[in-house]
């Protein structure tokens, strides 16, 4: 045999572009790749026990290094028998699927290699289109006899290129944007996740400041925020009758690559005769979504340093007047009474740790943090995603301390990703708060005088009430139950032990 497999080339073009997981199912049926790791140790197989959690560790590993992150979705079933949100569309993902798969939910393209050398040069491509954004998942549907035909025996090095080079606007078009901007009375930054892809943070916080706007953040579900919450600029979600945000006259978009279709949701909340200033890569699309305004075509970053700098050069005293009125009568929402839980979880993790949020009672906006790639909210309708999200933070982060708030369905939900870390024994750490989710049904019927049930019927609705400690310990996880105040103290104290700990706060 003078070439190699299939399974192998896959695998050793996988380890020399910088692929080192691949999450994928385990079991016997889901084998053939996981065999072919074993004589690849550049690459290392993440099995976990169903689709939810496959996408769940690979949505934690894309936040966590930028993608792409392959998944192995090969034999699995075409839907999830659960029925949970399973798919994001910001995933940069390599999706893996057998021919006779459906179409990946908001897959960006469809390639079907027919033999090795196609399945490698299929791989590379969608891996760099599953980067280049708008990010979303390629995927890639082959047959067995790729992996085990005979390919070439070679596979060149390839140099990868995780995001285009900077594109720098149209001198002309950055001065007639900052007309647009500084002839404004009461303009808003609206900022997508997408700042901090292209590094722009820094860049949108300097124009903020110099011209006193708020800063809102967008309402469309991301892997994270585009703006620090903890910045003073930042109001938050837009919301219809807030003051800062009703009465803008010019919304400046940036951060966000395109308008969503059908219909978006920053769009529909842009107050009534307000006019546009979109930065953007792609073109007009954003004017000709809204139908009054001005695109700035260049990358957030390179856009917004040009805008900085030609208000810097045209700003007169009358404009600092109005920068200065508008700081005077601009009053951020007041922060609500800081959560000891949420608090002692922060004073663990520090500035640059890692905070997965997976409890719809804790609201990600009102969490303040310094840098926003460091908050990763959970996708809509996705409960239980936390802990396989934090397995693949670990993964691509492991310098960095993180924790995921969760209230007990979200554990439950998550067990899958708790198999995964006791597999590797990754040092996950999961604060639960214990709402008694699956409770209440007794006592919301009495107050409603419900008819028709005994009570021994009645006192049955709230059975069986999950044994918290009894799952996470049947896992081969550590767990505790502490009180808020000795919170932290047992998250430092845990930090010496390898393999997840579960603490649930009472």
Known sequence: MTGRRGDDLLLLTLGRDGLRYVAGLAGEAFAELFEASLRHPEVVYLPTPDPFTVLSVADGLGRATGG???????????????GRCTWVPWLPAVVLTDP??????????????????????????????????PTGPVQVAFGPEALAAEGPAEVPHLRRQYLPLPQPPDPDAVREATDLLLAADRPVLAVGP?????????????????LALPVFLDPAPGPYPGFPTAH?????YPVPGAPAWAGADLVVVVGRL??????DP????????????????????WVTAHGRGLELV??????LRALREQVSRWLTSVEVRRADERRRLLTRPAASPPDPIVG??????????????????????SIRRPNPATLWPAPPGSRGWGIGAAVGAWLGLPTRRQAVLVDGAGLVGGLGGLWTAVRFQLPIRAVVQNRQAYTGIEAALRRRGMQGLDEVELTRLDEPVPDLRGLVEAFGARFSRVAAADLRSTLEEALGFDGPVVVEVT
């Open 100 to 133: 006779t798969a459906p179409p990946v939910g908001p897959a960006k393209a469809r390639l079907e290699p027919a033999g090795p050398a196609d399945l490698v040069e299929a791989v590379r491509i969608a891996a760099r289109a599953a980067i280049l954004p």
């Open 68 to 82: 792409p992150v392959v998944v192995n979705l090969r034999h699995a079933p075409t839907a999830d028998p659960n």
């Open 232 to 236: 003073p600029a930042c109001f938050g």
């Open 298 to 303: 260049a990358d957030p970053g390179s856009g």
């Open 266 to 285: 920053l769009l529909s909340l842009i107050p009534a005769g307000a006019r546009i200033l979109a930065v953007s890569p792609w073109g007009p699309e």
């Open 344 to 365: 002692a979880v922060l004073d663990y993790l520090g500035t640059e740790g890692v905070l997965l949020v997976d409890d719809p009672a804790v609201e990600p906006v």
């Open 194 to 210: 997408e700042l901090v892809r292209y590094g722009a943070v820094a860049e949108a916080a300097a124009l903020a400041e110099r």
């Open 258 to 263: 395109r308008p969503a279709q059908p219909t």
